[in-house]
C-alpha cells in the first residue's frame, strides 16, 4: 500500500518534471531492440570509461531517487499526524501497553480495561477510561477500536462493548461507528463472533501481529502482521474486495477503505511484513506452523530434558524450542487449540505419526537378527566360548 | 592431554631458565597480601603511565608464551609423525573415508572394507584389502583397528574379524594385539560385544565423534568428541583407573597407554572437545539429547510441513529440525531406539506427556463456558437476537 502510494507520487513527479523513474521509462527505451543494438556496441568500442559513466549515472540516480523517497515519507508521517486517529486499546495488559505505546507516536490512544492501569497509562501520557465507561469513550468520539485480550476472554469482553456501541444508532451507515480490530492468534474464531454480534455497519477488521513485547521489543522491522480487511461498509470479505476497488462506490465506502489504510499504515510504518491473508487460510496455516510448534514445545517440555556434555546443533534447538514455547502462557496454548478449528487434526495427526514412527521400529525389530537380546549375539557368543577356552579368565 | 603436556614443558621450561609462567609465580607474587598493596598504592599514585607498562609487559609475555606453543605443537607433530601409529579402518563407506582422510595426514591408513573400495582409496593413496583379507592386514601389523560400520552390522562385522585376531595366540600380551576401536551412536552395546567376544589381551577404546562428513567437512575444531578407554593391558573400565596411572604399573600398561594415547591425539590435534565418558552415561545422555531429537525429528517428518507465509521464529527452528535428522537413515534411527537400553524410556515417556498434555486441554476445554460449539457464545448470540431486531438484515 505505502509503495503503491510512493510509485503513484513518483510517477505523477515523472511526468510533470521530465524525471526519468529507471526501472520504467529509463529501462525500457535502453532495452528497446533498435537503441539497445547501438548501445551496446558503444558500450564495447568505449570500454571501461563508458562503463563508469554509466555507473556514476546510476548512483546518481538512485541518490535522487532516495532523497524523493525520504521526502515523501515524511510529508506522509506528517500527514498521519496532522490528522491523528482516535484509537481505543481495549485490554491494557502487557500486549494492549505494547500496541499502545507504538500507536502513541501519530495517534491519539484512549485506554480501557477492567482492571486499573490508570497510572500507566498516565505514565504513557494516554487518556485511560474503566471499562465500565467504555459509553463515555463513545460519546467523546472514536476512530478504532482495538481489542486487546486473550483467546479466553474474547467474546465475554466484546459483549460487554456491544451496548455502548448499540447507543449510537440501528441504521446509521458505517461512517458513525469505529472500525473493530481485534489482535488475536486465532482468527477464524474472533471474526465469527464480531460478524456475529456487532451491528452490521460496524466495519472489522481481524489481525494477528505475530510478535510481542519480548519479539518486538526493539523494532517491528520485517516481522509479519496478518490481517483480513473483513467487513467494510456492509461488504463482508471476500465479496466486497471488487466492489470497494470500483470507483463508483460510495462515499462510505470510500471513508472505511481510508480509516483501515490508515491504521494499517500504523504498522507498515514501523516496518512490519504486512501479509493479506484470509481468517480461514492463517488457521490452517497457524495450525500446521504455530500449533504445533507449541504442541510438541509443551509435550518436550515435560520431559526435564536439560543439556549435556554431549549436545548436538540439533538437541540445541530443541531445548530452544522448550524454551520460547513454555514461556508463554498455558492459556495462549490452549487458546491456540480450541479456538482454532484445524489444530485438534494437528493433535490426531502428530499421534498417528508417534504411533507409525513407533510401529517403523517395531517393525524393524522383528527382522533384525543382531538385536540384542534377540539371541543375534549367538554368533559372537560362540566365539566367545571359544576365546575363553583358549584365553584363559575373561 | 595436550594441554597437560604443554603445561608440563612450560613448567620445566620455567624452572630451567628463570623464566616465569604467567597465572602461576608471577601472578601469585603479585597478589601476595603485602606486595599488592604496596603495588595498588603505588599504581594509584603513577596513574595511567604505570598501566600502560604493566600492559605493554603482559602482551609481551603473551607473545613469548605463543611462540613457544607454536614451537611446542609443531614439535609434537612432528613426534606423531616420525613415528606414525598403522590405523586399519574397516569398513569404508562415507565416515570410514571421512575419517581415514583425516588420518591420513599423520598415519598409515589400510582401508578394508566387504565391498570394493579400491578406487577411493587409491585416490586417497591409501593402501585397500578385501575383508576376507584382513589376516594378512594382521600378519603385516597393525598398530589401531577402527570399526566403522552401521550401528546394526557392527556385532557381524567384529565376528568376521575374530578368527584372524585368533591366530595372533591365546595368552599373548596387550603387545601383540592391536587397540580396536569403535566409533558408534550408540556406546554399551558395542562394549559389551567388544568384551566379550574379543581376546581379553586386546586393548579396547570406545568412542563416539559426534559429527561426520556434513558437520565436519570443513573442520573439526570444536566438535565434540566423546571415548571411554574401555580396556588397556588386560583391566577394564573403571576399574584400571588408578593401576594405569601407578608408575609401578607394567611395561605392558605403558606401552596401552602410550598407544591410546597417540591415536586420541589424532582428534585433539584436529581441535575436537575431547570428552571422556562411560559408555553407560554417554548411552543416557545421548537418549534424553540426540534420540529424542530424532524421534521428535521423524514425528514431525511425517506431517509434510511447509513453510508458511506467517512462520514463527519457533516454527523456523522446527522445519530446520525436520530436516537434519530425516536425512540421516532411518537404520541409523534405528540403531539409536534398538541399540540403547534408554530410549524405550524416551520413547514412553513421549507417549506420557502427549496424553498429558492432550488432557490438560480437556481439562480447560470442560472448564470454559465461551468455549465455542459449548454455548458459551449464548450472551453474545443474545446481543445478536437483540441487535437483529433493531439493526436490520445481519
Known amino acids: 500500500m505505502f509503495l503503491r502510494v510512493v510509485l503513484l507520487i513518483l510517477l505523477i513527479l515523472s511526468l510533470s518534471s521530465g524525471y526519468n523513474v529507471p526501472g520504467s521509462?529509463?529501462?525500457?527505451?535502453?532495452?528497446?531492440?533498435?537503441?539497445?543494438?547501438?548501445?551496446?556496441?558503444?558500450?564495447?568500442?568505449n570500454g571501461v570509461a563508458d562503463h563508469e559513466a554509466v555507473l556514476t549515472n546510476l548512483k546518481t540516480?538512485?541518490?535522487?531517487?532516495?532523497?524523493?523517497?525520504t521526502d515523501v515519507r515524511s510529508k506522509k508521517l506528517a500527514a498521519l499526524r496532522s490528522k491523528p486517529l482516535r484509537i481505543a486499546v481495549v485490554g491494557f495488559g502487557r500486549f494492549g501497553q505494547f500496541i499502545a505505546k507504538?500507536?502513541?507516536?501519530?495517534?491519539?490512544?484512549?485506554?480501557?480495561?477492567?482492571?486499573?492501569?490508570?497510572?500507566?497509562?498516565k505514565d504513557m501520557g494516554v487518556d485511560y477510561y474503566s471499562l465500565k465507561d467504555f459509553d463515555k469513550v463513545i460519546e467523546k468520539g472514536v476512530d478504532v477500536v482495538v481489542l486487546s485480550t486473550s483467546i479466553l476472554s474474547f467474546s465475554s469482553l466484546l459483549s460487554s462493548l456491544l451496548p455502548p456501541l448499540r447507543t449510537i444508532g440501528g441504521s446509521?451507515?458505517?461512517?458513525?461507528?469505529?472500525?473493530?480490530?481485534?489482535?488475536?492468534?486465532?482468527?477464524?474464531?474472533?471474526?465469527r463472533v464480531?460478524?456475529?454480534?456487532?451491528?452490521?455497519?460496524?466495519?472489522?477488521?481481524c489481525t494477528h501481529p505475530m510478535f510481542g513485547p519480548e519479539s518486538g521489543k526493539n523494532s517491528w522491522s520485517n516481522l509479519n502482521f496478518v490481517f483480513e480487511k473483513t467487513r467494510l461498509a456492509g461488504k463482508t470479505y471476500p465479496d466486497p474486495q471488487s466492489t470497494l476497488n470500483d470507483p463508483s462506490s460510495s462515499m462510505d465506502a470510500a471513508f472505511s477503505i481510508d480509516r483501515v489504510e490508515r491504521f494499517l499504515s500504523l504498522f507498515e510504518e514501523e516496518g512490519c511484513n504486512m501479509v493479506e491473508l484470509s481468517c480461514e487460510e492463517h488457521d490452517r496455516a497457524a495450525a500446521n506452523s504455530q500449533f504445533i510448534t507449541h504442541?510438541?514445545?509443551?509435550?518436550?517440555?515435560?520431559?526435564?530434558?536439560?543439556?549435556?556434555?554431549?549436545?548436538?546443533?540439533?538437541?540445541?534447538?530443541?531445548l530452544q524450542l522448550i524454551g520460547s514455547t513454555n514461556s508463554d502462557s498455558f492459556d495462549l496454548f490452549y487458546g491456540l487449540y480450541k479456538y482454532n478449528g484445524n489444530s485438534m487434526d494437528t493433535i490426531l495427526k502428530m499421534k498417528q505419526a508417534m504411533e507409525e514412527v513407533e510401529a517403523g521400529l517395531k517393525l524393524m525389530e522383528r527382522e533384525d537378527v543382531n538385536a540384542p537380546g534377540f539371541g543375534g549375539d549367538a554368533g559372537l557368543l560362540g566365539f566367545q566360548r571359544k576365546n575363553q577356552l583358549d584365553d584363559s579368565p575373561l
Not at 194 to 205: F, N, R, Y
Not at 296 to 316: A, M, N, S, Y
Request: aromatic share 6%; with cysteine; proline share 8%.
Open 61 to 69: 540516480e538512485e541518490s535522487k531517487l532516495m532523497s524523493l523517497l
Open 102 to 121: 507504538s500507536f502513541s507516536k501519530t495517534s491519539t490512544v484512549i485506554a480501557v480495561s477492567r482492571s486499573d492501569y490508570s497510572s500507566v497509562a
Open 25 to 45: 521509462s529509463t529501462r525500457n527505451s535502453r532495452l528497446s531492440p533498435r537503441c539497445g543494438a547501438f548501445k551496446s556496441r558503444t558500450l564495447f568500442a
Open 295 to 318: 504442541l510438541v514445545g509443551r509435550i518436550l517440555g515435560r520431559q526435564g530434558l536439560k543439556p549435556t556434555p554431549i549436545d548436538t546443533k540439533g538437541f540445541e534447538s530443541v
Open 194 to 205: 464480531m460478524l456475529e454480534s456487532l451491528p452490521p455497519h460496524c466495519d472489522v477488521l
Open 172 to 191: 446509521q451507515p458505517s461512517t458513525n461507528y469505529p472500525l473493530i480490530v481485534d489482535v488475536l492468534s486465532v482468527k477464524s474464531h474472533p471474526r
